[in-house]
């Protein structure tokens, strides 16, 4: 299954998990200190949607869920 939206385009984005340990400085602390940076992917919601085509058929699309709720989608 594709990973990309057939209406908008929309796909995965990289991006990163930061960890942070420590007390505030608000708080009398000495502040936050990043301990771990892991990398990560974002992926959209995607779901298969039976769609009217223009044409007058219906076929199978991968549609993320921001299409759907915009009404770009016309459902079967």
């Known amino acids: 299954m594709s990973s990309i939206c057939e209406i908008c385009g929309k796909g995965p984005v990289r991006g990163a998990r930061i960890v942070r340990h420590g007390l505030s400085k608000k708080k009398g602390g000495i502040g936050l200190h990043t301990t771990a940076v892991t990398k990560r992917t974002f ?18 699309m991968t549609v993320c869920t921001s299409c759907i709720k915009a009404g770009k989608v016309a459902k079967a």
């Open 43 to 60: 992926k959209p919601n995607l779901q298969t949607v039976r769609a009217a085509v223009s044409g007058g058929g219906t076929r199978k």
